[in-house]
């Protein structure tokens, strides 16, 4: 009975085996089906064209590539331009033209008659100072004159004795000598008023006026009524004649060599939007600023109205003469670590990089110094996409 029992049993897992292995196998034909349609299939699509083509260092376009409608070619061309160079500019005295006034004598400002702005005309009133060193100077003045008077008798005697042989001639010489001195002090005297403004005719007077040196405007002021001019150097007003005014332009050094003595500018204002003032280059400094590597460039213009104020910001367009120039857009140019580069055309949609030394930009062109010649085709728009 156990024997038959395990023979049953064998049979039936014999059967189920057999099964198990048809359905196998049934799978494994229908997945070679199924996987060569689909290879029948993947075979039977087009490929893509790749976008770019590498070779030999040129760039490739192949027919297809989806950048072809996104790339600009066109020729390089020769033109006839007037480069302009824009830069910044401010309003500034005529250094020329622009006083400081010092006080001639230390002392106290006793009255201040005039105020910042104001229009002062040569000799006019400007200060009152009350200065100890004042009637010092006129003391000096009294005594070297006293002096002098005593010693032209003693000389005027000594010459009366000599001539009436009673007097020796070392005495003469003496008194001749002595009044030498005393005359060489009083002009001393007599110029120091003269140089602080004081009249030799007012004597032990302390107080002095302080007078405009020249006709022009008040642009600065640093005393007040009450205040100690203790400071021979100490500025206590600038006048500025303004009937003139340099415009004064900063030149980057890379752009020194375009600036020149006598080129057309024109500048405009912020406070006369709507107007253009020509004027041309009067000078250009022979130095550069040290702290901002600029040189800084001056075009006088008159200023009879006053309408150009000191400090007034401006905008100067300097004009070189025509010339022919390579130009290109600036769109053509590309970083490349750190060169500037473009792509040329050496076959039809082949593209090689080229290194190019580009000058001044304007109105969206680049002036090209070196690396391009008229009539060779570059990617003016789109280079961007080979820029990898």
Do not use: C
């Not at 009975?1 to 034909?29: C, E, F, Y």
């Not at 130095?287 to 104020?309: A, H, Q, W």
């Not at 053509?332 to 055309?345: H, K, P, S, Y």
């Amino acid at each position: 009975m156990p024997n038959r029992l395990v023979s049953r049993t064998t049979a039936g897992d014999r059967k189920r085996r057999l099964a198990i292995g048809v359905g196998v196998m049934a799978m494994v034909a229908g997945a070679a089906v199924f996987g060569g349609l689909h290879g029948a299939r993947s075979a039977a699509e087009p490929q893509k064209p790749p976008a770019l083509i590498h070779e030999a260092g040129r760039i490739i376009l192949p027919v297809g590539s989806p950048y072809f409608d996104r790339i600009v070619v066109g020729d390089v061309e020769e033109k006839t331009a007037s480069p302009l160079l824009i830069l910044p500019a401010a309003v500034e005295a005529d250094p020329a033209r622009t006083i400081n006034v010092l006080p001639p004598v230390t002392g106290k400002v006793v009255e201040l008659m005039v105020q910042l702005g104001d229009q002062v005309t040569e000799g006019q009133p400007l200060a009152v100072i009350d200065s100890g060193d004042l009637a010092q100077a006129y003391a000096d003045h009294d005594k070297a004159l006293e002096t002098q008077r005593l010693t032209k008798q003693v000389l005027d005697r000594a010459r009366a004795l000599t001539s009436a042989r009673g007097g020796a001639i070392k005495d003469l010489e003496q008194a001749e000598s002595d009044y030498a001195q005393a005359l060489a002090e009083s002009n001393r005297a007599h110029a120091r008023l003269k140089e602080i403004g004081a009249t030799s005719e007012v004597k032990g007077r302390r107080v002095l006026t302080l007078r405009a040196p020249v006709s022009g405007s008040i642009t600065q002021l640093s005393t007040a009524p009450g205040s100690f001019a203790n400071d021979p150097n100490g500025t206590l007003m600038t006048i500025a004649n303004l009937d003139k005014v340099w415009v004064t332009a900063n030149a980057p050094e890379n752009n020194a060599s375009f600036v020149k003595q006598g080129m057309d500018v024109d500048v405009t204002f912020p406070a006369y939007p709507d107007q253009h003032f020509q004027g041309t280059v009067t000078s250009v400094s022979a130095v550069l600023e040290p702290d901002t590597r600029r040189s800084k460039v001056r075009i006088m213009f008159p200023n009879g109205d006053g309408r150009f104020k000191p400090n007034m910001f401006a905008s100067a367009t300097f004009v070189a003469p025509p010339t022919n120039e390579i130009l290109v857009p600036t769109s053509a140019l590309m970083m490349n670590n750190d060169r500037i580069t473009v792509f040329v055309e050496v076959a039809p949609y082949t593209f090689e990089r080229r290194a190019i030394e580009p000058g001044q930009e304007t109105g969206g062109y680049a002036r090209i110094r070196r690396g391009l010649k008229a009539g060779e085709r570059i990617i003016q728009k789109g280079g961007v996409l080979l820029n990898d």
